[in-house]
C-alpha cells in the first residue's frame, strides 16, 4: 500500500526554470512532511521540511507548498540550476518518540535541469 | 563532523547466501534505523532503534533479515538465507533524540550498501 505518492516520476526542465514535484498522502497521523535530495552513489540528504501548522516555507530557492486538507504537498525549485539535477523524495512522518520520525517516502522524481 | 559510515559498499552473492552490512552513526545520535531502497523506488523502512532498544521492525522480514544494535551505537544487518528480491541498497540512517516535540526529525543517511543477489 502507497501511502505517499510522488509525481511526476521524471521532470526535465530549462535552466533558470521553475520544477515542481507534488505528492498525496492518506494517513492524517502524519504531522512531518520533508523533501530528501539524492545525488547517484549517494544517500538521501535532507532539503526542507515542513510541519502542517504552515502553509509554505522557503528556503532560498526552494519553497514547500502545503495543502492540509487536500492532503497535498509540493516542492518548488525557483531559477532550476544544473546542479540541482537529481532524484528528489517526498516524505511524510509519524512521531515515534523521543524526538525522532518514522518516514514513508514517495518513490522519487528524477529532475534534469539542461542548460 | 563525521557522517554516517556503512560496509561493505558494495556486496554480489548467489541466493541463498548471507551477508551482513555494518553501520556506524553519528556520534552522539540516539536513534539508528536501517531502510532499504529498490532500484527506482524510495527507501523503505525496515527496522529503527532507540539506543539498543527496538522502537519498529514491523517491516523487517524476520524470517530472513535481523538487526542488532550491540552498546547502542554500531548496527548491524544481516540476511539469511538471500533471495532474489533483496536486490536493493541498503541504506543506514541517524538522527539527533531529545525530548519530546524537540527533534528535528532531520536523518542523516550513510552512502549505502549495494547488495546483487544472483
Known amino acids: 500500500q502507497q501511502q505517499v505518492k510522488q509525481s511526476p516520476q521524471s521532470l526535465i526542465v530549462q535552466k533558470g526554470g521553475i520544477s515542481i514535484i507534488n505528492c498525496a498522502y492518506e494517513?492524517?497521523?502524519?504531522?512531518?512532511f520533508p523533501w530528501y535530495q539524492q545525488f547517484p552513489g549517494k544517500g538521501p540528504a535532507l532539503l526542507i521540511a515542513i510541519r502542517p501548522d504552515v502553509s509554505e516555507k522557503k528556503e532560498g530557492r526552494f519553497t514547500i507548498s502545503f495543502n492540509k486538507s487536500a492532503k497535498q504537498f509540493s516542492l518548488h525549485i525557483m531559477d532550476s540550476q544544473p546542479g540541482d539535477s537529481a532524484t528528489y523524495f517526498c516524505?511524510?512522518?509519524?512521531?515515534?518518540?523521543?524526538?525522532?520520525?518514522?518516514?514513508?517516502f514517495g518513490k522519487g522524481t528524477k529532475l534534469s535541469v539542461i542548460p | 563532523e563525521a557522517g554516517v559510515a556503512q560496509s561493505p559498499r558494495y556486496k554480489i552473492i548467489e541466493k541463498r547466501q548471507s551477508v551482513a552490512f555494518w553501520c556506524n552513526p553519528i556520534s552522539g545520535h540516539a536513534t539508528l534505523y536501517w531502510y532499504q531502497q529498490i532500484l527506482g523506488q524510495g527507501p523503505k523502512l525496515l527496522i529503527q532503534?532507540?539506543?539498543?532498544?527496538?522502537?519498529?521492525d514491523s517491516q523487517l522480514p524476520k524470517d530472513r533479515f535481523s538487526a542488532e544494535r550491540l552498546k547502542g551505537v554500531d548496527s548491524t544487518l544481516k540476511i539469511q538465507p538471500a533471495k532474489l528480491e533483496d536486490s536493493a541498497v541498503y541504506l543506514c540512517?541517524?538522527?539527533?533524540?531529545?525530548?519530546?516535540?524537540?527533534?528535528?526529525?532531520?536523518?542523516?543517511f550513510g552512502e549505502g550498501s549495494r547488495l546483487t543477489v544472483l
Open positions: 516524505a511524510a512522518g509519524t512521531y515515534s518518540g523521543a524526538g525522532s520520525y518514522q518516514l514513508t
Open positions: 540512517a541517524s538522527s539527533i533524540s531529545g525530548g519530546a516535540l524537540s527533534g528535528t526529525g532531520e536523518l542523516f
Open positions: 532503534f532507540q539506543n539498543n532498544g527496538v522502537v519498529d
Open positions: 494517513n492524517t497521523a502524519f504531522d512531518y
